[in-house]
């Protein structure tokens, strides 16, 4: 099973400000299957984006994804109110799919 | 437009059963591979089940597996997970969640959840 670590847990900034987002492997990801999501307090998650770096339907361009083998990074180039919201990556090459611990990101 | 809709939480005693539904629209469940997925209150996401779309193949995580089916019916477009044999652990909230075209284990659009206790 593949160990998904996220750092930092906690990111405190300000509307405006660039956030960067990072989530490390326990081992090699395969053919590019790693994806972010975000989720606000009592909603289900959101995928945001998908094989490293493709924006899922409506995601608006400010968030971006990168990364190859075993790290990766989530940026939002700058932040709305609205996306102020805990950050998960997850691998979905093989089974069992497996997520980070994910990232609070939380207005300063 | 895809919605998923799931019912069936509740508190239940350890040992016990509980079945959930996820009622889809906008889509047919027997052309769309579908996942369960689980979040422990104030904890991170696990992935629970996945039934393909022909549902002939189904798989689990280890944690759940022997205890956990999951199976749909076409003629309701729904999802089902039967939880037997149920424990502390398994408390959370469970998403119905369809796969995303571009990988089995990619979850595309959530349902709202349902909040299940275990709990004596």
């Known amino acids: 099973e593949i160990v998904l670590t996220q750092s930092p847990a906690t990111l405190s900034l300000s509307p405006g400000e660039r956030a960067t987002l990072s989530c490390g492997a326990s081992?090699?990801?395969?053919?590019?299957?790693l994806a972010w999501y975000q989720q606000k307090p009592g909603l289900a998650p959101r995928l945001l984006i998908y094989?490293?770096?493709n924006r899922a339907t409506g995601i608006p361009d400010r968030f971006s994804g990168s990364g190859s083998g075993t790290d990766f990074t989530l940026t939002i180039s700058r932040l709305e109110p609205e996306d102020f919201a805990v950050y998960y990556c997850?691998?979905?090459?093989?089974?069992?799919?497996?997520f980070g611990g994910g990232t609070k990101v939380e207005i300063k | 437009q895809v919605q998923l809709v799931e019912s069936g939480g509740g508190v239940v005693q350890p040992g016990g059963s509980l079945r959930l539904s996820c009622a889809a629209s906008?889509?047919?469940?027997?052309?769309?591979?579908m996942h369960w997925v689980r979040q422990a209150l104030g904890k991170g996401l696990e992935w629970v089940a996945f039934?393909?779309?022909?549902?002939?193949?189904?798989y689990y995580a280890d944690s759940v597996k022997g205890r956990f089916t999951i199976s749909r019916d076409n003629s309701k477009n729904t999802l089902y997970l039967q939880m037997n044999s149920l424990r502390d652990e398994d408390t959370a909230v469970y998403y119905c969640?369809?796969?995303?075209?571009?990988?089995?284990?990619?979850?595309?659009?959530w349902g709202q959840g349902t909040l299940v206790t275990v709990s004596s």
């Open positions: 039934i393909r779309y022909d549902g002939n193949n189904k």
């Open positions: 997850q691998h979905y090459g093989t089974s069992p799919p497996t």
């Open positions: 094989n490293i770096s």
């Open positions: 969640a369809t796969r995303h075209r571009s990988g089995w284990y990619l979850f595309d659009s």
């Open positions: 906008g889509f047919t469940v027997s052309t769309c591979g």
């Open positions: 081992q090699s990801v395969s053919s590019s299957y």
